[in-house]
Nanobody
Framework: QVQLVESGGGLVQAGGSLRLSCAAS????????MGWFRQAPGKDREFVAS????????DYADSVKGRFTISRDNDKNMVYLQMNSLKPEDAAVYYC????????????????WGQGTQVTVSS
């Protein structure tokens, strides 16, 4: 199993940037497809981005394409989400997740989750 811990959330003004980090421990993160999801109050948890085990593929939700970038450092067992041009609608709790699948955007495909980190965007 893999344990995931997110960090880097906080309060930022609209148009600003944040970088979220996800530290993996236990089984090496390089064995997993890694993803970021988010959940705003009263809404379902939604897919944000994913990155394949070998960096060859990234996927993004349409709402964040061109603004967010997912990356990973398998040597450090870290996954990152660079968020630029943040909007108030990006405010949510962001979760790091790991999947045994090769590629997936569905929440149900991810079996391992962090505790989440809050992102607040002021207008």
């Amino acid at each position: 199993q893999v344990q995931l811990v997110e960090s880097g959330g906080g309060l930022v003004q609209a148009g600003g940037s944040l970088r979220l980090s996800c530290a993996a421990s236990g089984r090496t993160a390089s064995r997993y497809l890694m993803g970021w999801f988010r959940q705003a109050p009263g809404k379902d948890r939604e897919f944000v981005a994913s990155i394949s085990r070998t960096f060859s593929r990234t996927d993004y939700a349409d709402s964040v394409k061109g603004r967010f970038t997912i990356s990973r450092d398998n040597d450090k067992n870290m996954v990152y989400l660079q968020m630029n041009s943040l909007k108030p609608e990006d405010a949510a709790v962001y979760y790091c997740a790991a999947s045994d699948w090769v590629q997936a955007t569905a929440r149900s495909a991810y079996g391992y989750w962090g505790q989440g980190t809050q992102v607040t965007v002021s207008s």
